[in-house]
């Protein structure tokens, strides 16, 4: 079983729709929550992350953590064209080798206009 | 202000040969991060370099080798390529070693036959 667990999609929707991301884990140690985008032939870039538990809002992006779950979500609102993209969650502990990051699989995301 | 920076973009290699990939940061970021992309599996750590002179073996290391020449650059080496060894890689660095701030670039595509 991985580390780390992501619906691969591929997840098409029409522009405009709320979209919801979601990744699983195992590991209790995971203190840092991330969340990349990743356009075709290009390296991620960093969209959001979380310390522990919580909401976080950035514009139209809110990523969610529920430690007690071990489930994380990202939240689009208003999805445009330009979002499409693969979205990958990751994920670390604190100490040491802990600090390294763990990536899901990622999901395919495609915005129609 | 470049970022991070990998030449070669692509690469193709017969197996039993040997390649460097080649990776600088213009960020004065202390620690530098190699990663492998494969379909289905996300990105996986290969080798990285919490600060100059020191160097340490991630998820995947075996058949690769890695230098940090100095500051702003951190070398993968394949001593002997195999087709398994067919991948993106990505290199990534952060200021320090906390998980939220790592940069990655923009990949380079190997293909070993």
């Not at chain 1, 999805?79 to 990051?101: F, V």
């Not at chain 2, 530098?32 to 919490?50: E, H, K, T, V």
């Not at chain 2, 100095?70 to 070693?97: G, H, I, M, W």
Request: charged share 20%.
């Amino acid at each position: 079983q991985k580390e780390v667990e992501q619906d691969p999609g591929p997840l098409s929707v029409p522009e405009g729709a709320i979209v919801s991301l979601n990744c699983t884990y195992s590991n209790s140690a995971f203190q840092y929550f991330m969340w990349y985008r990743q356009y075709s032939r290009k390296g991620p870039e960093l969209l959001m992350y979380t310390y522990s538990s919580g909401n976080k809002e950035d514009g139209r992006f809110t990523a969610q953590v529920d430690k007690s779950s071990k489930y994380i979500s990202l939240f689009i609102r208003d999805s445009q064209p330009s979002d499409s993209a693969t979205y990958l969650c990751a994920m670390s502990g604190t100490s040491g080798s802990a600090r390294q990051l763990t990536f899901g699989s990622g999901t395919q995301l495609t915005v129609l206009p | 202000n470049a970022g991070v920076t990998q030449t070669p973009k692509f690469q193709v290699l017969k197996t039993g040969q040997s390649m460097t990939l080649q990776c600088a940061q213009d960020m004065n970021h202390n620690s530098m991060y190699w990663y492998r992309q494969d379909p289905g599996m996300g990105l996986r750590l290969i080798y990285y370099s919490a600060s100059e002179g020191t160097t340490d073996k991630g998820e995947v290391p075996n058949g690769y080798n890695v230098s940090r020449l100095n500051k702003r650059e951190f070398s993968l080496r394949l001593e002997s390529a195999a087709p398994s060894q067919t991948s993106v890689y990505f290199c990534a660095s952060s200021r320090d070693s906390r998980p939220d701030t790592q940069y990655f670039g923009p990949g380079t595509r190997l293909t070993v036959l």
